[in-house]
């Protein structure tokens, strides 16, 4: 008796277990979609124009100061204006550059890109930092005489690198398009 109701078990358990073969699914990466970039133009009270992405909002601060929220990806991007005088050009390239570099001790890598164009009189320095830094991206533009404007990329999170590539690819393209379309005034 014993003998049939271990053979019963056996059967029941091969029979039960015989499925389709286990497929081992790849990793996925999480996909985000951002929408096509779209820009305007923007004039301010401030003697430098640009344009931005539509999707983006505008907040203007004192001293000619803006801020570009991206509320959709919780992150700001923050411009600061500064008359050149007084040959205060050197001190203003100076901060700009200590204040990318500060961000090298988190950073895994910082590319720089040269901005060059002298149609419109703009010169300036794009700063791609990679890594879990505070920030992602900093910048400057100037016409070496009057005018200098730097901006640097913050998001309302924790620095994960891996996690916000993404929208800090699509937010660089952004301060391209900034740095491409200033005019001075």
């Given at each position: ?93 100076q901060d700009a550059q ?17 901005f060059v164009n002298p ?58 398009k900034i740095m491409e ?5």
């Amino acid at each position: 008796m014993k003998k049939y109701l271990f053979l019963f078990l056996a059967g029941l358990f091969i029979f039960a277990s015989c499925k389709d073969d286990v497929l081992v699914k790849p990793s996925a990466m999480l996909r985000l979609d951002y929408p096509i970039a779209t820009y305007h133009t923007v004039e301010t009270v401030c003697p430098y124009s640009f344009s931005i992405n539509d999707h983006a909002k505008l907040i203007q601060k004192k001293n000619c100061g803006l801020n570009i929220n991206y509320p959709n990806m919780k992150a700001t991007l923050y411009l600061t204006y500064q008359d050149v005088h007084n040959n205060n050009l050197d001190s203003l390239l100076q901060d700009a550059q200590k204040l990318a570099y500060e961000h090298t001790i988190k950073a895994n890598s910082m590319p720089e890109q040269p901005f060059v164009n002298p149609e419109k009189g703009v010169y300036g320095m794009f700063y791609m930092i990679n890594g879990n830094a505070a920030t992602q991206a900093e910048f400057y533009v100037t016409d070496s005489i009057n005018h200098f404007l730097n901006g640097a990329l913050y998001f309302d999170a924790k620095p994960n690198f891996d996690s916000i590539y993404p929208a800090v690819e699509y937010l660089r393209e952004d301060i391209r398009k900034i740095m491409e379309t200033v005019t001075w005034e």
